[in-house]
């Protein structure tokens, strides 16, 4: 059995990178074989076994033909007479379809370094079209490498176009267009990302909710400008996705285009992605409006913000509405936000133990909670100067 290094890892280190992970294809072996040598196995579609001493994937070489639509619908074919080069030849891109041997021998049959000389992502083969995934995937790489100066050839567009009017797009799950989505956010050019998508035609095949929006470019050239900037603040892929869908409504909120409660809920987005978004539609524009709310909507806001019981995600809304706000109205400043923290604060001075040991109903504590907070709310806005 011979052992090759593969895909990302070569990619990487030609490239100059970290490596994040590495991958390794064994020719001329046999499941039996590895199971013997002591490696675990992983999966049951595809021979992927885990080295035992280092965790490493170690798959079987291997060639695969489509034999029905969607992303699973595939034969594996994994035997010891399956060469490198078949195994390299089913890849997506050529700059993933690379191998180097354990003396340091690079095997490159698809021309994969021409093309990172190139700064290009390219297909391996027509073989490229039997997964519809890699329409996906190949944005990513786009998104992930813009700032190296990658772009998508040509060619390689026309095919995935190709692919899309063939709508197979929508066999795949929901939780893997999510994954996709959710790893394309955290790159350094998430823009990129739904750009190439809105190129091929793709938003209403994966994301439905938004395409309305998205095809008009008065509202979608600011929305991916707020993308980019907010991915200069944050790395959190749910910070970022609602930014970009924030935008987007914000943008087009009086004509309500957007079914973003049912985006929200679509399967495989986190929970905390999920709170986010919705949070987003829900009180972006009062806090936005926050100088001309009277005490009760000010109140009313800080309660579904939320910051005593959830800090973090308070402070993530208010980079979302401060990111949104200064993109759409090309403003420098978001004193917004300084004045929700501070009201926020001032509401928690309240001490509900005063009235506990009164033995009074609970409904009676929370009315003069929030009797005590409004009298505060309506003493700040009286300092500054109320609406």
Not at 208 to 234: H, K, N
Not at 351 to 379: F, N, T
Request: with cysteine; proline share 4%.
């Amino acid at each position: 059995m011979e052992v090759y290094l593969v895909g990302g890892a070569v990619r990487d280190e030609l490239l100059g990178l970290p490596v994040r992970e590495r991958d390794w294809v064994v020719v001329g072996s046999s499941v039996e074989e590895m199971l013997a040598l002591g490696y675990r196995r992983v999966g049951k579609d595809f021979p992927v076994f885990l080295h035992p001493q280092t965790g490493e994937e170690y798959a079987l070489a291997r060639t695969e033909r489509k034999k029905g639509r969607g992303y699973y619908g595939f034969e594996v074919h994994a035997s010891p007479d399956v060469s490198l080069e078949d195994d390299l030849l089913r890849r997506d891109l050529t700059i993933n379809a690379m191998a180097k041997s354990q003396s340091g021998e690079l095997i490159d049959p698809n021309d994969g370094q021409q093309d990172l000389a190139a700064r290009t992502l390219r297909h391996v083969s027509a073989a490229f079209v039997e997964d519809p995934l890699r329409i996906l995937r190949t944005a990513r790489f786009a998104a992930r490498f813009a700032r190296q100066g990658f772009g998508v050839s040509e060619e390689t567009m026309q095919l995935m176009h190709r692919m899309i009017r063939s709508r197979e797009l929508q066999e795949i799950s929901a939780e893997r267009i999510w994954q996709e989505t959710l790893d394309a956010l955290a790159t350094d050019s998430p823009a990129v990302f739904f750009s190439i998508l809105q190129r091929l035609q793709a938003i209403e095949q994966v994301y439905g909710e938004i395409e309305a929006v998205f095809s008009d470019v008065s509202a979608r050239e600011p929305a991916l400008s707020a993308l980019e900037q907010v991915a200069s603040q944050t790395d959190q892929p749910c910070v970022r996705f609602s930014v970009l869908v924030g935008s987007l409504y914000f943008h087009r909120q009086e004509e309500d285009t957007l079914e973003v409660s049912h985006l929200a809920r679509q399967p495989g987005l986190p929970s905390s992605c999920r709170e986010l978004l919705e949070l987003t539609v829900e009180l972006q524009q009062a806090s936005h409006d926050v100088f001309k709310l009277d005490a009760q909507a000010l109140l009313a806001l800080l309660r579904r913000l939320d910051a005593r019981r959830k800090p973090e995600r308070f402070l993530d809304l208010l980079l979302i509405f401060s990111v949104i706000y200064k993109s759409l109205k090309k403003a420098n400043e978001y004193p917004q936000a300084d004045w929700i923290q501070l009201a926020s604060r001032r509401i928690e001075e309240v001490d509900i133990r005063q009235w506990v040991g009164d033995g009074g109903a609970s409904e009676e504590i929370a009315a003069r909670l929030k009797r005590a907070q409004l009298q505060l709310l309506e003493e700040m806005m009286d300092a500054r100067g109320s609406p």
